[in-house]
């Protein structure tokens, strides 16, 4: 089984910038894909950016955070990373850590293609 654990959230104002950590503890072909995903209070769980570990420029993002979030990978360390910057209130969420294999040779943004999560991590961001 694959564990994996976040770290790195908090409180911040907004404007302001957190950067997120994922350590997988193992990397295997079930974990080719990785994301970040975070679910707000009543809301559902939603893909926020994910990469192919196997390519650095496959990497896709939510629209909501495009030019503000930046998804990272050190493979030797088997850690995943999240750039949280411009942070706003609606950034409020728990943030999670998922990986999974890839499908079809593509790795996606739903939440359910993943296999392996991680406890998550609060995100709190004030105005």
């Known amino acids: 089984q694959v564990q994996v654990v976040e770290s790195g959230g908090g409180s911040v104002q907004a404007g302001g910038s957190l950067r997120l950590s994922c350590t997988l503890s193992?990397?295997?072909?079930?974990?080719?894909?990785m994301g970040w995903f975070r679910q707000a209070p009543g809301k559902e769980r939603e893909g926020v950016a994910r990469v192919e570990s196997d390519s650095s420029t496959d990497i896709l993002y939510a629209d909501s955070v495009k030019g503000r979030f930046t998804i990272s990978q050190d493979m030797a360390k088997n850690t995943l990373y999240l750039q949280m910057d411009s942070l706003t209130p609606d950034d409020t969420a728990m943030y999670y850590c998922?990986?999974?294999?890839?499908?079809?040779?593509?790795?996606?943004?739903?939440?359910?293609?993943?296999?392996?999560w991680g406890q998550g991590t609060q995100v709190n961001v004030s105005s």
């Open positions: 193992e990397y295997t072909y079930r974990t080719a894909c």
């Open positions: 998922a990986a999974g294999p890839t499908r079809g040779r593509r790795c996606y943004s739903k939440p359910h293609f993943y296999e392996y």
